[in-house]
């Protein structure tokens, strides 16, 4: 990739504007420059800055004292600009102070250049920057592809692992999927940013990961489960915490898998956490695991009433649930006009 990248900068020519309030500098720039790249001049700061506005020059060679607006502010302009503020500029300069280089640079010129130009110099340093933005910026896309591809790839294997919980009861296919999608829009509407609430999908995914380890017969029981059962029901919590804890490119993935049978009152497991202690992301997912369960068809119960299930929500609030994401969870439910929000609606959604 580096190789391709790098061939690809070799031949690219590039647009140097150069600014210059001196028509014998601009001249003399055009003549060294123009047999290998496209050369477009302007002859103040103002008028630089207008000319961008419009178009995207791969470098700008700019004049640090000219009539009018200096390039020391042309350049903050510049920087300050998030359309023009990864365009490269060199500085152009008779002045020989360092103090001048070393305020260019730490205002985020590239380079200097002196004047009167040398034109081997003035074309090595032209091509050597020019051709070291098309690099970093190709590098980027490129990672920015490759990370798209990761993440998409990620999403299917966790998409895949859930399926793969979910599928040893046929009744809760797409629990997982649910829930994620659940705890995604309670992440949203608390105010969350985009990666927060891709995060919570994620963990809303893989929540229930640690019933891998739990035995079929007893993840399809359909009548009331035994104490040592039930207790190792309750394992699943800490099986998908550990399975999931050592996997740094989501840091906490493990949150949801440990914390969502916590309650806010304390009397959850498997730690007994208790209001602010348990993650606000495990509170987010037990509320939405919550009701799934009572909104999808077990082989216990039927998809229970919405009134019904808006009632249980509002009960436990408090007690089992965070108020405040009940609360929002209870707006969900009411704006739910149709009652989509059950197995069923989210089935007839797919097909």
Same mark, same amino acid.
């Given at each position: 990739?580096?190789?391709?990248?790098?061939?690809?900068?070799?031949?690219?020519?590039?647009?140097?504007?150069?600014?210059?309030?001196?028509?014998?500098?601009?001249?003399?720039?055009?003549?060294?420059?123009?047999?290998?790249?496209?050369?477009?001049?302007?002859?103040?700061?103002?008028?630089?800055?207008?000319?961008?506005?419009?178009?995207?020059?791969?470098?700008?060679?700019?004049?640090?004292?000219?009539?009018?607006?200096?390039?020391?502010?042309?350049?903050?302009?510049?920087?300050?600009?998030?359309?023009?503020?990864?365009?490269?500029?060199?500085?152009?300069?008779?002045?020989?102070?360092?103090?001048?280089?070393?305020?260019?640079?730490?205002? @985020?010129?590239?380079?200097?250049?002196?004047? +009167?130009? =040398? /034109? !081997?110099?003035? #074309?090595?340093?032209?091509?050597?920057?020019?051709?070291?933005?098309?690099?970093?910026?190709?590098?980027?896309?490129?990672?920015?592809?490759?990370?798209?591809?990761?993440?998409?790839?990620?999403?299917?294997?966790?998409?895949?692992?859930?399926?793969?919980?979910?599928?040893?009861?046929?009744?809760?296919?797409?629990?997982?999927?649910?829930?994620?999608?659940?705890?995604?829009?309670?992440?949203?509407?608390?105010?969350?940013?985009?990666?927060?609430?891709?995060?919570?999908?994620?963990?809303?995914?893989?929540?229930?990961?640690?019933?891998?380890?739990?035995?079929?017969?007893?993840?399809?029981?359909?009548?009331?489960?035994?104490?040592?059962?039930?207790?190792?029901?309750?394992?699943?919590?800490?099986? @998908?915490?550990?399975?999931?804890?050592?996997? +740094?490119? =989501? /840091? !906490?993935?493990? #949150?949801?898998?440990?914390?969502?049978?916590?309650?806010?009152?304390?009397?959850?497991?498997?730690?007994?956490?208790?209001?602010?202690?348990?993650?606000?992301?495990?509170?987010?997912?037990?509320?939405?695991?919550?009701?799934?369960?009572?909104?999808?068809?077990?082989?216990?119960?039927?998809?229970?009433?919405?009134?019904?299930?808006?009632?249980?929500?509002?009960?436990?609030?408090?007690?089992?649930?965070?108020?405040?994401?009940?609360?929002?969870?209870?707006?969900?439910?009411?704006?739910?006009?149709?009652?989509?929000?059950?197995?069923?609606?989210?089935?007839?959604?797919?097909?």
């Amino acid at each position: 990739m580096l190789q391709k990248v790098h061939e690809l900068s070799k031949n690219f020519k590039g647009e140097v504007l150069v600014v210059d309030d001196s028509t014998m500098m601009l001249s003399l720039a055009r003549r060294i420059l123009e047999s290998k790249f496209t050369v477009t001049t302007a002859s103040s700061g103002e008028e630089c800055l207008e000319y961008v506005k419009t178009h995207k020059p791969n470098l700008i060679l700019l004049d640090v004292y000219m009539k009018g607006i200096s390039g020391f502010d042309v350049l903050h302009q510049l920087k300050a600009n998030p359309q023009t503020a990864s365009i490269p500029v060199i500085f152009l300069t008779s002045d020989d102070h360092n103090e001048t280089e070393i305020r260019g640079l730490h205002d @985020g010129a590239t380079d200097f250049i002196s004047k +009167p130009f =040398i /034109p !081997g110099i003035l #074309i090595q340093r032209v091509q050597n920057t020019i051709e070291l933005s098309f690099l970093q910026e190709n590098l980027q896309r490129e990672v920015d592809r490759q990370a798209g591809k990761f993440k998409r790839l990620t999403q299917q294997i966790m998409l895949a692992l859930s399926g793969t919980v979910d599928a040893k009861d046929h009744y809760t296919r797409g629990h997982s999927f649910r829930v994620a999608k659940y705890s995604k829009e309670i992440a949203r509407r608390l105010g969350r940013n985009e990666q927060d609430q891709d995060d919570i999908y994620s963990m809303g995914l893989l929540h229930d990961i640690g019933k891998i380890g739990v035995a079929g017969n007893i993840i399809r029981k359909d009548s009331r489960l035994t104490d040592e059962e039930y207790a190792d029901i309750k394992e699943h919590t800490l099986t @998908g915490f550990n399975i999931l804890k050592n996997i +740094p490119e =989501i /840091p !906490g993935l493990a #949150i949801g898998a440990r914390w969502h049978h916590e309650h806010y009152d304390g009397t959850g497991y498997p730690d007994g956490l208790k209001g602010s202690q348990i993650p606000e992301e495990a509170r987010i997912i037990a509320i939405a695991d919550a009701y799934d369960a009572m909104t999808s068809k077990r082989a216990y119960s039927a998809i229970r009433p919405q009134k019904e299930v808006r009632a249980e929500i509002e009960r436990c609030r408090g007690t089992h649930f965070d108020p405040a994401i009940t609360d929002i969870f209870l707006q969900m439910i009411d704006e739910d006009k149709d009652y989509k929000m059950n197995e069923a609606g989210w089935n007839e959604q797919e097909n």
